[in-house]
């Protein structure tokens, strides 16, 4: 279980959104009845997606992991 501002990397794609898999978000919302709101977040702070979604499309940083940037298409907002 996650809970707010816990920082989560993306397990799949979601191309609609330019996200790719490995992509870091920030939980911005946790349902009770299951799901997370995650926002994505350009270096600077701007939004660029919050996505719904579920324990199995999200999971937490290990240790010796390196984060990574990239260009996106656009900011979706």
Same mark, same amino acid.
Do not use: N
């Given at each position: 279980? +996650? ?7 993306? #397990? #799949? ?6 996200? %790719? ?6 939980? %911005?919302?946790? +349902? #009770?009845?299951?799901? +997370?709101? !995650?926002?994505?977040? &350009? ?14 499309? /999200? =999971? ?5 992991? /390196?984060?990574? %940037?990239?260009? !996106? &298409? =656009?900011? /979706?907002?």
């Amino acid at each position: 279980m +996650y809970k707010e501002h816990d920082i989560v990397g993306l #397990r #799949r794609d979601i191309p609609d959104l330019d996200l %790719v898999e490995g992509d870091v978000g920030a939980v %911005v919302g946790v +349902y #009770r009845g299951g799901g +997370y709101e !995650v926002e994505f977040s &350009a270096p600077e702070g701007e939004t660029l997606a919050v996505v719904t979604l579920g324990d199995e499309e /999200i =999971r937490r940083r290990e240790a010796h992991e /390196i984060l990574h %940037v990239r260009p !996106v &298409a =656009r900011v /979706i907002g």
